[in-house]
């Protein structure tokens, strides 16, 4: 019922700046906590950020300070700003959807099909 679609990843050198975009259907958007997840080739799919209705956010250890999820409720988007890229980084991420507010992958219930981020040092 709710779709999401990632874009904006591509190949970046380390040190430098993505922004990718998660677009969602639908009229309730603001309702849900939306997170970013990502993968890695060869290994388990982890939690990045999330930001929840009420616009608090949380981050995985990894990427505070560096990383900020935004959220437009006007688009329906959300959106992942990363900096200081380094090529830990590179993965396929994922955005997500929830009815719950929490950081935990099992407890959302939409997800986005990826888009691919390669960090070269």
């Known amino acids: 019922q709710v779709q999401l679609v990632e874009s904006g990843g591509e190949l970046v050198q380390a040190g430098g700046s993505l922004r990718l975009s998660c677009a969602a259907s639908?009229?309730?958007?603001?309702?849900?906590?939306m997170g970013w997840f990502r993968q890695a080739p060869g290994k388990e799919r982890e939690f990045v950020a999330t930001?929840?209705?009420?616009?608090?956010?949380d981050y995985a250890d990894f990427v505070k300070g560096r990383f900020t999820i935004v959220r437009d409720n006007a688009k329906n988007t959300v959106y992942l700003q990363m900096n200081s890229l380094k090529p830990e980084d590179t993965a396929v991420y994922y955005c997500?959807?929830?009815?719950?507010?929490?950081?935990?992958?099992?407890?959302?219930?939409?997800w986005g099909q990826g888009t691919q981020v390669t960090v070269s040092s």
């Open positions: 930001i929840m209705w009420s616009g608090y956010r």
């Open positions: 639908g009229r309730t958007f603001s309702s849900y906590t």
């Open positions: 997500a959807a929830s009815k719950r507010a929490t950081m935990i992958q099992d407890e959302y219930d939409y």
